[in-house]
């Protein structure tokens, strides 16, 4: 399985950014629920936003909730973040992962068993 996160890079506080993670080795990709993971400097990696093998049920940390938007293509086997409003403590690397259970709704984070190599995105205040 690999997976390509891209799109980090700096923005300013306040704006809007994508996410997307491109997805191979996984058959199919539409059988897996996909997270986004993300790690501050000196902290454990969490998990931020998951989405369900067939997209019908996403979930977000209170960090992030009503601001990221965690969304699939199946046809093209990408995922992808949405991030509004972004903060400045919402600088971290960010990971895509895959969960290793099919059909599965992505909330258990230890059921993570694919992660790609992560993007950083540093929002300047």
Same mark, same amino acid.
């Given at each position: 399985?690999?997976?390509?996160?891209?799109?980090?890079?700096?923005?300013?506080?306040?704006?809007?950014?994508?996410?997307?993670?491109?997805?191979?080795?996984? +058959?199919?990709?539409?059988?897996? *629920?996909?997270?986004?993971?993300?790690?501050?400097?000196?902290?454990?990696?969490?998990?931020?936003?998951?989405?369900?093998?067939?997209?019908?049920? +996403?979930?977000? *940390?209170?960090?992030?909730?009503?601001?990221?938007?965690?969304?699939?293509?199946?046809?093209?086997? +990408?995922?992808?973040?949405?991030?509004?409003?972004?903060?400045?403590?919402? +600088?971290?690397?960010?990971?895509?992962?895959?969960?290793?259970?099919?059909?599965?709704?992505?909330?258990?984070?230890?059921?993570?068993?694919?992660?790609?190599?992560?993007?950083?995105?540093?929002?300047?205040?």
């Amino acid at each position: 399985v690999q997976l390509q996160a891209s799109g980090g890079g700096l923005v300013q506080a306040g704006d809007s950014h994508r996410l997307s993670c491109a997805a191979s080795g996984l +058959t199919p990709f539409s059988n897996y *629920a996909m997270g986004w993971f993300r790690q501050h400097p000196g902290q454990e990696r969490e998990l931020i936003a998951s989405i369900s093998w067939n997209g019908g049920k +996403t979930n977000y *940390a209170n960090s992030v909730k009503g601001r990221f938007t965690v969304s699939r293509d199946n046809a093209k086997n +990408t995922l992808y973040l949405q991030m509004n409003n972004l903060k400045p403590e919402d +600088t971290a690397v960010y990971y895509c992962a895959a969960d290793s259970v099919r059909y599965g709704l992505g909330m258990i984070e230890k059921n993570y068993g694919s992660w790609g190599q992560g993007t950083q995105v540093t929002v300047s205040s």
